[in-house]
């Protein structure tokens, strides 16, 4: 855990989410900035900052993660759906805790 990272303050209880899921290895919950109608993440309770520092350590919870992605979507109501892992400051990624955004049912506010 980082104290400073916003996903383990989430972890922690400190700062409230939207969660859809949660077990010992991840949470998954509403993204605060949505850009589509349905926004979520799916983040490791690990702290780990970006996929970048990932290695075979990592390969059971990464795999874990994406068939995640199928499942919440589904519950959500999507048929169809996006995933995006921002990696690295020039990746566009601004929380630095690995995280995968699922996206889906057109653009927000629409």
């Known amino acids: 855990m980082d104290e ?5 303050k989430i972890f922690a209880g400190s ?7 949660e077990d010992e290895d991840v949470i998954a919950f509403f993204d605060i900035k949505p850009m589509a109608k ?7 309770k690990l702290h780990v900052p970006s996929l970048k520092e990932c290695d075979a350590s990592h390969q059971a919870l990464l795999g874990k993660m994406l068939l995640l992605v199928p499942k919440l ?11 995006l892992i921002n990696t690295g400051r020039e990746g566009g990624q601004e929380v630095f805790h690995l995280h995968i955004h699922v996206f889906g049912g057109g653009p927000a506010g629409s």
């Open 4 to 8: 400073d990272c916003i996903f383990c």
């Open 38 to 44: 349905v926004h979520f993440l799916i983040v490791p």
């Open 15 to 21: 700062i409230p989410s939207k969660k859809i899921y």
């Open 73 to 83: 979507a589904e519950a959500q109501g999507l048929a169809g759906f996006k995933t």
